[in-house]
């Protein structure tokens, strides 16, 4: 009963590089938030996916960001050209349903590290 | 814009005694809120909820307390012990936004054995 994956733990990238990060919901989870923690701050909220679609994406900078969530397949954030400013941790959650009272469960997070 | 404040970074206390742990919200749209445990280097950790029908929610050590007149919510941890060390975040929703979170800045909660 494997929890919310994401891979890679651990990235780093060269400022212009880009950036993929995964993330496998729960069984049974059809719905995906994407959060990012910049230090000392709280999550900040990014995208909300079910599958092939976006519901939304409204803490999402409007360039060099987008998410997907396929089919088959994990969840996909995608960071073009990252700069220096990118590096953060990068939270995946995933709940059952979006709409009623719900818990969102968390994975481990990638941590972006831009060089 | 914050609309979801924990005005206190750090809180320590003795172990077998009482943690409060305090959120204050501005948005009377959030209709339900959670709160989550961090350890360094991990994801959020699910705790406790509390919908806004309700003003108090208890599981085990953990009970959450909401007042909506005053836009805050607490979180009483009793007895505190050196394992709920952690950051704590407070965080609230409304199906209004599609249930996306949002987050407190989050109060380091230190247990003294």
């Known amino acids: 009963n494997a929890g919310v994956m994401q891979n890679p733990r651990h990235l780093v990238r060269r400022r212009g590089q880009e950036a993929r990060l995964r993330c496998s919901p729960m069984?049974?989870?059809?719905?995906v938030y994407w959060y990012r923690q910049l230090p000392e701050e709280g999550l900040k909220f990014m995208v909300y996916l079910q599958k092939e679609n976006i519901i939304d994406e409204s803490g999402m900078p409007k360039e060099r960001f987008s998410a997907e969530f396929p089919k088959e397949g994990p969840s996909i954030l995608r960071i073009q050209q990252v700069v220096r400013g990118d590096s953060a941790a990068y939270f995946c959650?995933?709940?059952?349903?979006?709409?009623?009272?719900?818990?969102?469960?968390f994975g481990q997070g990638t941590r972006l590290t831009v060089v | 814009d914050q609309q979801v404040k924990q005005n206190s970074p750090s809180l320590s206390v003795q172990e077998g005694r009482i943690s409060i742990l305090n959120c204050d919200y501005t948005?009377?749209?959030?209709?339900?809120f959670l709160w989550y445990k961090k350890y360094p280097a991990e994801g959020p950790t699910f705790l406790i909820s509390?919908?806004?029908?309700?003003d108090k929610n208890e599981d085990g050590r953990f009970t959450v307390f909401l007042n909506k007149s005053a836009k805050h919510l607490s979180l009483h941890i009793v007895p505190s012990q050196p394992g709920d060390s952690a950051v704590y975040f407070c965080?609230?929703?409304?199906?209004?936004?599609?249930?996306?979170?949002?987050f407190g800045s989050g109060t380091q909660l230190t247990v003294l054995p």
């Open positions: 069984k049974g989870h059809s719905h």
């Open positions: 965080a609230a929703s409304s199906k209004g936004s599609a249930r996306q979170l949002t």
């Open positions: 509390i919908s806004s029908i309700k």
């Open positions: 948005n009377s749209m959030f209709d339900y």
């Open positions: 959650a995933s709940s059952f349903s979006g709409g009623g009272y719900t818990e969102a469960f």
